[in-house]
Nanobody
Framework: QVQLVESGGGLVQAGDSLRLSCAAS????????MGWFRQAPGKEREFVAA????????SYADSVKGRFTISRDNAKNTVYLQMNSLKPEDTAGYYC???????????????????WGQGTQVTVSS
């Protein structure tokens, strides 16, 4: 089973950019559909973006479409989330997650992901 470690969070101002990284252990990283979720204080965790095993298909939440870009480098066992034009409402803990290897389709459902990182905090000031 893959293990995930996020990095790249921080405190930025509205309009700034950040790139989050999620490094995966193991030699079968390309076997997993990967996703990013976020959770703000007092709110439920929500889907942000997901990417197919090969990286040729992506899915985004409407709230981030056009501002965030998910990508992956299977040679480096890493998935990225490039976040541009950040807004205060993007403030949250960001988590990367992996679907079970037998699932090929991208899903936005949290319960379809079975491996999670510890999260990295993104704070956007106004």
């Amino acid at each position: 089973q893959v293990q995930l470690v996020e990095s790249g969070g921080g405190l930025v101002q509205a309009g700034d950019s950040l790139r989050l990284s999620c490094a995966a252990s193991g030699r079968t990283f390309s076997s997993y559909v990967m996703g990013w979720f976020r959770q703000a204080p007092g709110k439920e965790r929500e889907f942000v973006a997901a990417i197919s095993k090969s990286g040729d298909r992506t899915s985004y939440a409407d709230s981030v479409k056009g501002r965030f870009t998910i990508s992956r480098d299977n040679a480096k066992n890493t998935v990225y989330l490039q976040m541009n034009s950040l807004k205060p409402e993007d403030t949250a803990g960001y988590y990367c997650a992996a679907q079970p290897a037998y699932i090929r389709l991208i899903t936005t459902r949290e319960d379809m992901y079975d491996t999670w990182g510890q999260g990295t905090q993104v704070t956007v000031s106004s």
